[in-house]
């Protein structure tokens, strides 16, 4: 798994670390790291609402930060989980552009496993660095 | 090692009293004030060496005035560590801090009397938990039974608790026993952002999960700490109460969120403030940020006050159906609702000066001493009622703010605190097993969540009675009474 709960981080919410070879992979596993705070099992989320958005930032790490908002945003507005993602990312000029097509479902308690509600993505210990062709992320999720 | 990995610096405390202690302003570069620790010796030294950091990174704030607390029951959170209390002087380029409030704005509990006794409601438990577990929905993006239009939300959002009640779900009298009577007046849905309505306006009448629970509780006799105030607050041996806790669900998430990108945006560049933790970002009171993030932060706590009014009524719809009486012959008033995320205007002396001061509380109850102006009618002459949530297993308290509290900005704690991240939690105990040796003792529960459950355990929590034992001990609130859980949803 490309994403790791850790126990000794933080005491009320959730702390992980996540890597990936490209920023793209490090972006979809952060994504998958989330909903699986939320859900046990990833692969009890069925592929029949694909849900398109774009975000953008001026560095990796905000634009990490905001893809992570779309994914808890979607979960309270209209109820959806994913856990496939279609990637789409360009720097434009100073600008870092993400069109996202999200796969999933509505949340169904008898159908998918709770685990806990995630509030925020918190700025507190969040890290984003690239080190020898890899990507690393570090995030504390408020829940 | 994780490459996020941080080790924290012990501090060394200074002991001002057997549950006040100090760390001086040397702990830390520009810290402006020393912090305070209200807890025992015991509570010092267990809690997270992180909980001294975000407090002496809270003493750098501007406008920072005396202390920067930490209550008996705090750990480590983000920014502000949670237990966390500061005030900053509005007329002194005090700040506002999103991370100072926490995101789930005006999250707080509820107490509920009824007249009915231990006896009385035991056959009636299992039912009584099932149905109130089906009326109030807990768990991951749950909605609830209200449909309304974003339009109709928005009033939701400046009205508070009184629209709910003008919406018929619930008493007149139970704004008397609401803090701010169950409106933050200040609000304006202007300043809140369309996506803070599309995550919140279906979410009327939920819990949501995480440590948000609705319990069915009792007092015994010897757990009766002040007899004449439990009395005249309408308490009395072997009754039932039901006590719940949550807040502002994803309305109030999205509206700390939007507000922490405004201020990481302007804090340094337009108003030169620099801080330690970007959970920390800031504004100055009196600032345009400032003022909208306030009257932002009001459409949170006037939802969270609709939330709590609404479930207020789904449980005494589920009591009236269960026992076949109406609510009020079943004696269903209200004691009192409580917030513990909150940033409130308020006077205080600060070394025989009057300061308006903007005091943040970061679960961190609000515990007024008598007369002071911030308590409703009902209980002026008593002092304010504090309600302090134990974990699910152990029990409640009931306390009343007095004198001492003139040392804290009129803040005491707010729950019993972690001692252990959730993920260590689940890896310790086992949510099915948790929920049957509850039931052997007494304590039924229906959770959303197995997982959710093992994280709540009562040994991944501080002893409440010792968490509790040091605030009456610092006089900052008084004991009343302790309440036994014996029904509880878990969200």
Known sequence: MPYKFLEDVSVADVAFESTGKTLKELLESCALAVTNTMIKNLETI?????????????????????????????????????????????????????????????????????????????????????????????????? | MPFGHQTFKKPEFKKISDVVWEISPSFKKNMRVPVRIIATKNLVDGMDLQVYDQ????????????????????HSGYGFSIGGVAAFDINDNGVISPGGIGFDINCGMRLILTNLTVNDVKPHLKTLVEKLFQKVPAGVGSTGFLKISKDEFKKVSEQGARWAIDSG????????????????????????????????????????????????????????????????????????????????????????????????????????IKILDRELASAPFNSTEGQDYFKAMACGVNMSFANRQVILHRIREVFSEVFKQDAENLGMRQVFDVAHNRASLETHDVDGEKKELLVHRKGATGSYYPYRSEIPDLYKEDGSPVIIGGSMETGSYLLVGADGAKETFCSTAHGSGRTMSRTRARNMWRGEKLQKDMEQRGIFVKTASFSGLAEEAGGAYKDIDEVVEATHKAGISLKVARFIPIGNVKG
């Open chain 2, 169 to 272: 779900y619930g008493w007149n009298e139970d704004l008397d026993r609401t803090e701010l009577n169950g409106i933050a007046d200040w609000a304006d849905n202007s300043k809140i952002s369309k996506r803070a309505i599309e995550r919140g306006f279906n979410q009327i009448g939920t819990l949501g999960s995480g440590n948000h629970y609705l319990e069915i509780q009792y007092v015994k006799e010897e757990n009766i700490a002040n007899k004449a105030l439990a009395k005249k607050w309408g308490l009395f041996p072997n009754q039932v109460v039901i006590m719940f806790h949550c807040g502002s669900r994803g309305f109030g998430h999205q509206i700390a969120s939007d507000y922490l990108q405004v201020f990481l945006n302007v804090m340094e560049r337009k108003y030169g």
């Open chain 1, 46 to 143: 069925s592929d029949v609402v694909k849900k398109k958005f774009s975000v953008e930032a001026e560095n990796p790490e905000m634009l990490l930060y905001k893809f992570l908002e779309e994914i808890i945003f979607y979960k309270d507005a209209e109820q959806l989980l994913f856990n496939k993602f279609e990637l789409d990312l360009s720097p434009v000029g100073k600008i870092w552009k993400l069109k996202v097509i999200a796969h999933g479902e509505k949340i169904n308690p008898q159908k998918h496993e709770q685990l806990v509600d995630v509030k925020a993505v918190t700025f507190h210990q969040f890290k984003v660095k690239e080190e020898s062709d890899k990507w690393f992320a570090h995030i504390i999720l408020d829940v």
């Open chain 2, 55 to 74: 407090a002496s990174n809270v003493a750098t704030l501007p406008g920072i005035q005396k202390y920067s607390f930490v209550m008996a029951d705090g």
